[in-house]
């Protein structure tokens, strides 16, 4: 019997896709590896969001060319988003790796590997025809047994400057609205009570499944629907799901008790995903909202499509909606031509927003992404460290306010197991997604149950709590 390991190098819908590999390397008989030494299959799922993320792939997958020279049973297989963008350069920089599959081919895998008995260099990064559900038929088995990704939408139709997700995911396609809640059911099923819905642009979700209403439906008056379409308005007869829908539905499935979902794109985000987000008591209190810039003409030249003040006024309404909000959020430093007032309108932009927690990034060129190609107005590297080093203080002083904010508050916390530190302290995540860790709870007991914890000390990073009562 053959064994596997799948190393995941991206993004949360990479992670998803992982758990797709797994599912469909079981099917064949496989069994999972402890580590990639020694695996007779090992399977890189790749990311190419930023060059560090190429370079940590290729010194990985390095390690591995004497022994798959010396072994010729063994099979390399590079997966996602680099595979699907750079497939030439793989068998160029390393060329002991047997099969590339893209983003798209992700489901025939299992046949490249076949072929790859006969065949050096076996590639498929054939892009999916429009429209399709590429992951139909594709199912994930959750890596935790309480928690899963539930991916609702791939790629991405958006054209901001510095990003190569459309190019290595394509365009967006929405999963059918039946297709997910039913996904979820069957998570729910299973013992998994907690969900994150993802997508590039999550908001935008179903804008490819609008239809035309039928003329019955136009004339019956009735704005019922199916379950999940909306009616979009009176001059334009056509129905759609709409994200908050779906928000609305997951969080209903029995069993399920924290809904979460990430991307949503601050231009689509309306008040409607807001309300259904405070109404729908699953939905967590937690929302990452991805400023990029504080400066207006540098949002522009990303193609964002909002300006500062439009981001802060949908935040401050998020805040009025949804009680007791947490707020993170994604900034690119160093993007092509940002001045030194352009980075000052992020700071003080970012001091009013006040995030929970910040995600920040050294901008990098991407082949093919049309900021790539702006060389001359390259900002410097020390002089991006330096604003880089200037935005953390910022990030880190809000992030430590709301941390100390919830000392002495009572908590919900779901157990994720023991803390990585101290077998006696458990770890886990709140409504907010903060970490907390819950001094003298058997983490191994305990994972995938709801504590509640009152919190009695806040670090930079996590929170302190104590047992209060099981739930
Ligand atoms: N669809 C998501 C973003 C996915 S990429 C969204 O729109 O929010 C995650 C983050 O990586 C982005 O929000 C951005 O901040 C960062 N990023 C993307 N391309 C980058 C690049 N070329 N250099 C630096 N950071 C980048
Ligand atoms: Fe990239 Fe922009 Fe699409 Fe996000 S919305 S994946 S940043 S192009
Ligand atoms: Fe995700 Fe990286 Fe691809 S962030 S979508 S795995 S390029």
Not at 13 to 23: A, F, G, K, L
Not at 212 to 237: A, H
Not at 292 to 313: C, K, N, P
Not at 434 to 444: E, I, R, T
């Amino acid at each position: 019997m053959k064994s596997f390991y799948v190393k995941t190098f991206g993004c949360q819908m990479n992670e998803n896709d992982s758990e797709r590999i797994v599912t469909i390397l079981r099917r064949q008989g496989m069994t999972p590896a402890a580590s990639e030494e020694i695996a007779d299959v090992v399977v890189f799922n790749t990311c190419t969001i930023r060059e560090n993320a190429d370079n940590r792939f290729f010194g990985q997958v390095n390690k591995l060319r004497e022994r798959r020279a010396v072994d010729p049973g063994m099979r390399i297989v590079v997966a996602g988003c680099l595979a699907q963008g750079e497939q030439a350069a793989i068998f160029e920089r390393a060329p002991h790796v047997d099969v590339v599959v893209g983003t798209h081919a992700l489901g025939s895998i299992a046949q490249l590997l076949e072929r790859s008995d006969g065949e050096r260099h076996v590639i498929d990064v054939t892009e999916a025809s429009d429209g399709l559900d590429p992951l139909a038929d594709l199912v994930a088995e959750p890596t935790d047994g309480h928690k899963a990704w539930v991916t609702i939408q791939t790629g991405c139709d958006n054209n901001c400057a510095f990003c190569i997700v459309p190019q290595v995911r394509g365009g967006e396609v929405s999963r059918p609205f039946q297709a997910v809640v039913d996904e979820v059911r069957s998570l729910a099923s299973q013992g998994v009570t907690e969900v994150t819905l993802l997508g590039q642009n999550v908001n935008s979700y179903g804008r490819d499944l609008t239809r035309r209403m039928r003329r019955e439906e136009i004339e019956s008056g009735d704005r019922g629907f199916l379950t999940g379409q909306v009616y979009v308005s009176d001059s334009i007869p056509r129905i759609r799901p709409l994200f908050a829908d779906l928000l609305r539905a997951v969080g209903a499935v029995d069993g399920i008790r924290r809904v979460r979902f990430t991307s949503p794109h601050p231009k689509d985000m309306r008040e409607e995903t807001f309300q259904a987000m405070a109404e729908s008591p699953m939905v967590c209190e937690s929302l990452h909202f991805p400023l990029q810039s504080g400066s207006d003409r540098i949002l522009a030249a990303m193609h964002r499509g909002y300006r500062g003040e439009r981001f802060f006024e949908k935040l401050q309404l998020a805040r009025e909606i949804i009680p007791d909000l947490a707020v993170t959020t994604d900034i690119i430093v160093g993007f092509p031509g940002e001045t030194e007032d352009d980075f000052e309108a992020t700071l003080e932009l970012v001091a009013r927003c006040e995030f929970d927690s910040a995600f920040t990034f050294i901008y990098s060129p991407r082949p093919g992404t049309e900021a790539g190609e702006w060389r001359d107005r390259f900002i410097a590297p020390e002089v991006i460290a330096e604003r880089f080093e200037r935005l953390k203080l910022v990030t880190e002083r809000s992030a430590a306010a709301k941390h100390h904010a919830r000392v002495g508050r009572i908590e919900e916390v779901l157990v994720d197991g023991p803390s990585k530190r101290d077998a006696t302290v458990a770890s886990g995540r709140t409504r907010q997604n903060k970490l907390v860790h819950v001094a003298g709870l058997d983490g191994d007991r305990y994972r995938g149950e709801y504590v509640n914890a009152r919190i009695f000390d806040a670090g930079a990073h996590f929170l302190h709590g104590e047992l209060l009562a099981r739930d």
